[in-house]
């Protein structure tokens, strides 16, 4: 079963992709025209490559394995930020989240 609870947009890596589309959309320079603005609509999500993909999916991957070890949301943001890219035993990650005074 794939967990993607509905209330974190970083649990869900399409939301993050159709952002980064948003994001790049409104770097474009305001128009009236209506071809101008579809034009720039299919030009955003053209590039939104499948790297960029993956790597959302990734983030979404690692933000979901920590909260599923029973962090709350703020917790489970911190030890997503730091501990990007490694792995963390739950006992070591609870430790350093009382060092950190976050639990």
Known sequence: IFFLPKFHYKLNFIKQCWGYAKHIYCLNPESSCEDHLKNYALAALD????????????RSHQF?????????????????????GYCVSSESLMDKLKK???V
């Open 47 to 58: 590039s939104v490559s499948l790297v960029s993909m993956q790597q959302f999916a990734n």
């Open 64 to 84: 979901m394995d920590v909260y599923s070890c029973g962090l709350n949301k703020r917790q489970a943001a911190w030890a997503s930020r730091k501990y990007h």
């Open 100 to 102: 950190a005074h976050i």
